[in-house]
């Protein structure tokens, strides 16, 4: 390793980089499990996939559509439990990027962390928008005066440090769960029109002249949009080189983050339905109905049914918060990987700056803060309000990180068969990702096909759009991968070695198959 340089930490621990100082590092145990358990569900962001996400779901599978969430929790434990696998190998900054480097080598790990990048990225421009255009409703001042100084606070929270800004996810994520939690308690106790098992079933839902939803094509199409509202769960393992006892909680994090939100969102899927009535799901053009609500969101009404006028702004303020807390682990998430990236030479040294005080790559944080707002002027500009000035966002977003998903699924057997034979699992290096790469292409598929146009949507569909851009990514990242391998081929063999390394693991093999 003549080109890195190791800096012991307290744990026994050494965080192993290319071309850094001990001094320009990452701040080694500064976060617990809490902590890092709540980078995944706050940037999961459960309560904007309430209020916001499911509302095209339901259009697919109506009143079915709490069977479609489980099942998309399902798909995405799958690939959790191969991300935790890798973790308890190769915890790291780098999250993906390191894990497919890792096993399926060096070009292609390339490519996972640049797909990455605008999937993290892209969280921050759709929180701005979100948030200013909620700040709007509530206040009257202009939507880029809320979501511009979200943007520089939470920037400024992220650059204080790994510590505040985990402590702040923490207390932020347990009252969004809390309020949901409650809310949704509520409705399914006194539900409009009765409980009903067929939620969870492949039954057929009439609703009036938008025709018959649900069906086993509803629902397949309904778990597409289930199985996006999940992402996120992996950016735990972005915090690999700032949490305590990386190969024990990260694992466990990344899976007890998909396992905990799925359950929350299935229950809130449902109260919803139960709440406004599973004869009153309707069709967008109701305003009676839930898919027709004059509110910003249905779930206003809910909580203005079970709280009174109150409830209005309690689930106003919640949300808020949700949209506070996704905005900061959009940060964090981000400016690990490109710190990561930027470190290795893959990407320009200056991202690999870390500040002296902190210990946080405040370039990334400070290019990150104005890309967000550039991005959320223009796409306000272009499509107006929200919802539609969410779509090109979210499927830009949902074809980098169905993508990274697949590398990543895809490097698990190969990375355990060529560094850890005598660990190999048939179940868990072998048949779970092989089924996880089955489902990503059908959802990847679906992203594609299983759209609705939506209401004064200029140009070519959303997911249409965004598969051009995202492919454009694409292809520009395979132009500079080309140019690396010519100028700079030590830069990509720098990210095989961006990993925390225990002294005692590094001279015993790790126990066969821990537990995820």
């Known amino acids: 390793m003549s080109s890195s340089e190791s800096a012991s930490t307290g744990t026994g621990t050494t965080t192993t980089t290319a071309g850094s100082s001990a001094a320009a590092t990452l701040r080694p145990n500064a976060v617990g499990l809490g902590g890092v358990l709540f980078q995944s569900i706050t940037l999961i962001g459960p309560g904007v996939a309430i209020v916001f996400g499911f509302g095209t779901g339901i259009i697919y599978a109506g009143g079915s559509f709490p069977l479609a969430v489980a099942l998309a929790g399902v798909c995405c434990l799958l690939v959790a439990i191969g991300v935790g696998q890798l973790a308890l190998h190769l915890p790291s900054s780098g999250g993906f990027y390191t894990f497919i480097t890792h096993g399926l080598g060096r070009s292609l790990g390339f490519i996972g962390g640049w797909l990455t990048i605008p999937a993290y990225l892209l969280f921050l421009p759709l929180n701005m928008i979100a948030f200013g255009y909620l700040g709007q409703g509530l206040s009257g001042a202009p939507w880029w005066a809320w979501g511009g100084a979200l943007t520089v606070i939470m920037a400024l929270l992220t650059f204080f440090g790994v510590r505040l800004s985990v402590r702040t996810l923490v207390v932020l994520g347990c009252i969004e769960i809390a309020v949901f939690l409650l809310l949704s308690l509520f409705l399914v106790a006194k539900p409009a029109d009765g409980n009903t098992l067929a939620a969870f079933t492949l039954a057929t839902w009439s609703n009036g002249s938008g025709g018959p939803r649900g069906g086993l094509q509803g629902v397949l199409l309904a778990t597409v949009i289930g199985f996006l509202t999940f992402t996120g769960f992996e950016s735990a393992a972005l915090l690999g080189e700032e949490s305590r006892n990386p190969r024990r909680i990260i694992p466990r994090a990344i899976v007890l983050s998909v396992v905990l939100t799925g359950v929350f969102l299935v229950l809130a899927a449902y109260a919803g339905l139960a709440g406004y009535g599973f004869s009153h799901i309707g069709t967008t053009s109701d305003p009676h109905s839930y898919l027709g609500d004059n509110a910003p969101s249905p779930w206003f ?45 893959t990407l320009p040294a200056v991202f690999g700056k870390v500040s002296q005080r902190y210990r946080t790559p405040w370039v990334v944080i400070l290019v990150a803060a104005v890309l967000s707002i550039v991005i959320a002027v223009v796409e306000f500009n272009i499509y107006g309000a929200p919802p539609t000035s969410f779509l090109l966002i979210i499927a830009i977003t949902g074809y980098c990180v169905l993508l990274a998903y697949l590398g990543v699924s895809l490097a698990v057997p190969f990375y355990f068969l060529r560094a850890h034979r005598d660990q190999f699992n048939p179940l868990l290096h072998a048949v779970i990702p092989a089924i996880s790469v089955i489902l990503l292409v059908i959802v990847l598929g679906g992203q594609f096909f299983a759209t609705l146009r939506p209401d004064k949507y200029p140009g070519p569909l959303p997911q249409t759009l965004g598969a051009i851009i995202a492919g454009a990514w694409l292809l520009l990242g395979i132009l500079w991968l080309l140019v690396l391998r010519v100028a700079r081929p030590s830069a990509l063999a720098a990210g095989e070695r961006i990993y925390v390394e225990s002294a005692a693991q590094a001279s015993s093999p790790a126990p066969a198959n821990p537990a995820p």
């Not at 807390?325 to 470190?343: D, E, H, I, P």
């Open 301 to 345: 009404t809910l909580a203005q049914r079970a709280w009174g006028h109150a409830g209005l702004y309690i689930i106003g303020l919640v949300l808020l918060n949700s949209l506070a807390a996704n905005f900061a682990a959009g940060y964090t998430a981000l400016s690990r990987l490109v710190y990561s990236m930027g470190r290795a030479g």
